[in-house]
């Protein structure tokens, strides 16, 4: 799970070299968007801009993975679907 350096331009690289969840830090928020909110304490704008950012994750993953809802599948499916193996238990 890549967790810096994320953001909206490279985040559709990431999971289609294989990558299920990406971290994102306040870098995946364009510049001039994190100073409004900040400098504003515009708290309705960062829920806005981390919902795009699930979208933008969301929406890459669709892509890579057709068949799969991951909002409703549980780990299991997930698994199988992904070829991914998770140390959940």
């Known amino acids: 799970m890549p967790t ?3 953001n909206s ?24 968007v994190f100073a409004g909110i900040v400098d504003g304490q515009d708290y309705d ?4 801009e ?3 950012l699930k979208r933008l994750v969301d929406g890459h993953r669709a892509q890579q993975h057709v068949s799969l809802d991951f909002a409703a599948a549980d ?5 199988g679907a992904t070829g991914r193996s ?4």
């Open 75 to 79: 780990i299991d499916e997930i698994s």
């Open 50 to 52: 981390l919902g795009r």
């Open 86 to 89: 998770f140390n959940i238990k």
């Open 4 to 6: 810096g350096g994320t």
């Open 9 to 32: 331009e490279n985040i559709g690289q990431y999971i289609a070299a294989g990558v299920l969840v990406v971290g994102c830090s306040f870098s995946a928020i364009h510049k001039a």
């Open 45 to 48: 704008l960062l829920a806005r």
